[in-house]
């Protein structure tokens, strides 16, 4: 009995390691966990004691790994990831699908299209418990323990891998109560002069995203706006509200369109594309239930974005 125990302990204490070293931090890794900090320091100075050796440089503010510890990181990591696969896999066998998904995305697409459809998985797998995190804020898959993001553009990080989902379009467009106070400009240099821009800016480093016009050799950029947001349902807000001509991808601003709330301009001038993904890491590929509900995603809004 005394052993079985044991070895449940360094089990736990393994985990525990591995999530300190992917998260960074002694503090998240507990959290995730759902133990306190001080069980968590306790339980990572057993498993050195139980191994002789220092695996982990702490200090108030950063954790480093020992030349131990990186050893041993690479040893037990696939190890412990494959035996959670097993064990997932069973349960799954004999139970169906269940578990969690974690997926972020940013807010005007998880208010516009995702949630909206989650209904239609649910009903699919409904011992599936989703949690959708919900920011303009790029996040660490690993420091969030999330399985999935949706991203907007280019894919900076090799390690993950990416499925594009669709190509989408900036849209300039105003609402018709701007248009019908201010006149419809006929070309970007129009902007300049008597006319309000509404625009964004990075939630993660406060950088202004300039609003972007091509036609053959011509190019206009304007940098700055009168009224901007780092939310991109604030910003599509502040273009429903009246304040200025702004730029909107057309997965956001496709219904407001076929509506009449807001009116396109500028139509023969180029704006930017960029592709949607999901993103996830190598070691999510073997999830079944991330899995099943990433290829859903990927179908589901290819189709509804078509």
């Not at 516009?112 to 699919?124: K, S, T």
């Not at 995190?133 to 420091?143: F, H, Q, T, W």
């Not at 993103?279 to 859903?296: E, S």
Request: proline share 4%.
């Amino acid at each position: 009995m005394n052993g079985y125990a044991r070895t449940m302990d360094q089990f736990a204490a393994i985990r525990l390691f591995l999530r300190v070293v992917e998260t960074g931090s002694l503090t998240r890794a507990a959290a995730q966990l759902g133990m306190p900090k001080s069980s968590a320091s306790k339980l990572l100075s057993e498993l050195e004691g139980h191994l002789g050796v220092k695996l982990l440089s702490r200090s108030t503010r950063v954790v480093k790994l020992t030349g131990e510890g990186s050893e041993y990181y690479q040893q037990v990591s696939p190890i412990l990831l494959r035996l959670s696969e097993v064990d997932a896999e069973v349960r799954e066998r004999g139970s169906g699908l269940r578990g969690r998904v974690r997926v972020d995305v940013h807010s005007s697409m998880a208010n516009a299209h995702l949630i909206p459809l989650l209904g239609e998985f649910r009903a699919l797998h409904p011992h599936i418990q989703l949690m959708v995190g919900v920011s303009d804020r790029p996040i660490s898959l690993v420091e969030e323990a999330a399985d999935c993001v949706i991203r907007l553009g280019k894919i900076a990080d090799a390690s993950l891998i990416a499925r594009v989902i669709f190509e989408d379009r900036l849209i300039t467009c105003a609402s018709p109560a701007y248009l019908s106070r201010k006149g419809t400009p006929a070309d970007p240099p129009a902007l300049k002069t008597g006319h309000e821009l509404v625009g964004y800016f990075s939630a993660l480093t406060g950088e202004r995203v300039p609003l972007v016009f091509r036609r053959g050799d011509a190019l206009y950029e304007f940098e700055t706006a009168d009224v901007m947001s780092n939310d991109s349902t604030g910003h599509l807000s502040m273009i429903l509200a009246g304040l200025g001509v702004g730029q909107a991808y057309g997965s956001t601003v496709r219904a407001h369109l076929e509506q009449g709330v807001l009116v396109p301009v500028l139509r023969d001038w180029e704006t930017h594309t960029a592709p949607v993904s999901v993103l996830y890491p190598q070691a999510r590929k073997r999830n079944k239930r991330v899995r099943v509900f990433i290829d859903w995603l990927v179908e589901r809004l290819a189709r509804e974005l078509a």
